[in-house]
């Protein structure tokens, strides 16, 4: 069973950066796609950014794109969210995400118990 456990969320000013971090246990992700998704209050979730690990190829929303990169961690098993020129509207409870394949368009299996970022002056 795959446990997906993030880490490195806090508080920080706009155009600050952050790195969220997402540690695999149970399984090696290496076959995984690796998802991060985001939840502000009262909205619906949005996805993010998804590395397919399988490929390596990436997907960035147009809100982060340019701003965010998903890598693999220097740890073994994890991801790395970096996450850099924040925004107000990057406030969110933020998840990572897992699933077997190599596509992005696919229904994630495993998720995270989520990281708060706060982007405030």
């Known amino acids: 069973q795959l446990q997906l456990v993030e880490s490195g969320g806090g508080l920080v000013q706009p155009g600050g950066s952050l790195t969220l971090s997402c540690a695999a246990s149970?399984?090696?992700?290496?076959?995984?796609?690796i998802g991060w998704f985001r939840q502000a209050p009262g909205k619906e979730r949005e996805g993010v950014s998804c590395l397919s690990l399988r490929d390596g190829s990436t997907y960035y929303s147009d809100s982060v794109k340019g701003r965010f990169t998903l890598s693999r961690g220097d740890a073994e098993n994890t991801m790395s969210l970096q996450m850099n020129s924040l925004r107000l509207e990057d406030t969110a409870v933020y998840y990572c995400?897992?699933?077997?394949?190599?596509?992005?368009?696919?229904?994630?299996?495993?998720w995270g118990q989520g990281a708060q970022v706060t982007v405030s002056s």
């Open positions: 149970g399984l090696t992700l290496d076959n995984y796609v």
């Open positions: 995400a897992a699933a077997w394949g190599s596509s992005c368009a696919v229904e994630f299996d495993y």
